[in-house]
């Protein structure tokens, strides 16, 4: 069975740090693109990050630099992303998606939406004292 994975997410306090995965199972993750996307509450579906293939290259929204990082581990086939200093805006649900061309998922994640070739079923996060 094809799919992408988000764990963990969770209640953490302002200023904290969370690092969530996204694991790949019934495909090669290390053919894919990866793109993370957030979603709070009453608002839309917004991109923060890709990476591409390898790793070598990467694209954070302004809203997320400096503060969030993306990586992966093709040997584990599972990409993260990591978030520090956090704020009770970066409350949403997180989502990974995968796509095999990395200019795409980028388009992708500068739209905030957008095909893909699959995505993850998202993890909440939640930022609050």
């Known amino acids: 069975q094809v799919q992408l994975v988000e764990s963990g997410g969770g209640l953490v306090q302002p200023g904290g740090t969370l690092r969530l995965s996204c694991a790949a199972s019934?495909?090669?993750?290390?053919?894919?693109?990866i793109g993370w996307f957030r979603q709070a509450p009453g608002k839309e579906r917004e991109g923060v990050a890709c990476?591409?293939?390898?790793?070598?290259?990467?694209y954070y929204a302004d809203s997320v630099k400096g503060r969030f990082t993306i990586s992966r581990d093709n040997a584990k086939n599972t990409a993260f992303l990591q978030i520090s200093r956090l704020k009770p805006e970066d409350t949403a649900v997180y989502y990974c998606?995968?796509?095999?061309?990395?200019?795409?998922?980028?388009?992708?994640?500068?739209?905030?939406?957008?095909?893909?070739?699959?995505w993850g079923q998202g993890t909440q996060v939640t930022v609050s004292s």
């Open positions: 990476i591409s293939n390898s790793g070598g290259a990467t």
């Open positions: 019934g495909f090669t993750l290390e053919n894919y693109a």
């Open positions: 998606a995968a796509d095999q061309i990395y200019p795409d998922i980028t388009r992708v994640v500068r739209a905030g939406t957008g095909p893909v070739d699959y």
